[in-house]
């Protein structure tokens, strides 16, 4: 009995060790780029001006991401459920990084349409395009690499528990 009661603990505390790393992260990210986004309003003009104001916008819907992950696995579907629940919870998880890794190529493809049409040479604003284009593959970057990793944690802790799901 020690070991299956030892096995669910290390679940869960690989669970919320990765789900607080997650939104450690993406915290940091978010605060680095309203700091820097704030500088280089102050500082900049043209295509970067539009391209901290994007950064600063981005970091505001991170950063609603991170409470309503805290707030949507760790307090009331994980911490309530039982071990089935909880294993239920880890593979929605999975889910949703999956669904996120998907939105992030179409947000890098969007900053690459955003840059395309921002240097077509008449273009009125081509400095808001090339900057919001320019913001936006930033961070479809940042989150594609974020949300894999992620991603991967989340299936290296459902794999360290198999053997006690399926024995």
């Not at 790393?21 to 970067?48: D, E, F, K």
């Not at 179409?106 to 900053?111: M, Q, R, W």
Request: charged share 15%; with cysteine.
């Amino acid at each position: 009995l020690e070991d299956i009661f030892d096995e669910l603990i290390d679940f869960d505390q690989r669970f919320v060790m990765i789900v607080r790393r997650h939104m450690a992260l993406l915290g940091w990210w978010c605060i680095i780029n309203v700091i820097t986004g704030l500088v280089g309003l102050g500082l900049s003009t043209s295509a970067w001006w539009f391209f901290f104001l994007m950064n600063i916008s981005w970091s505001v819907i991170n950063f609603a991401i991170v409470l309503w992950i805290f707030n949507h696995s760790y307090y009331k579907r994980f911490a309530q459920g039982d071990f089935i629940q909880r294993i239920e919870v880890q593979r929605h998880m999975e889910k949703i990084m999956l669904l996120n890794i998907g939105l992030d190529l179409a947000y890098i493809c969007a900053g690459l349409a955003l840059l395309a049409h921002g240097q077509h040479p008449h273009r009125l604003h081509s400095d808001l395009w090339q900057g919001f284009g320019w913001s936006v593959i930033l961070q479809g970057v940042f989150l594609i690499i974020q949300d894999n990793a992620i991603h991967y944690l989340h299936l290296l802790n459902f794999r360290k528990a198999r053997p006690f799901i399926n024995g």
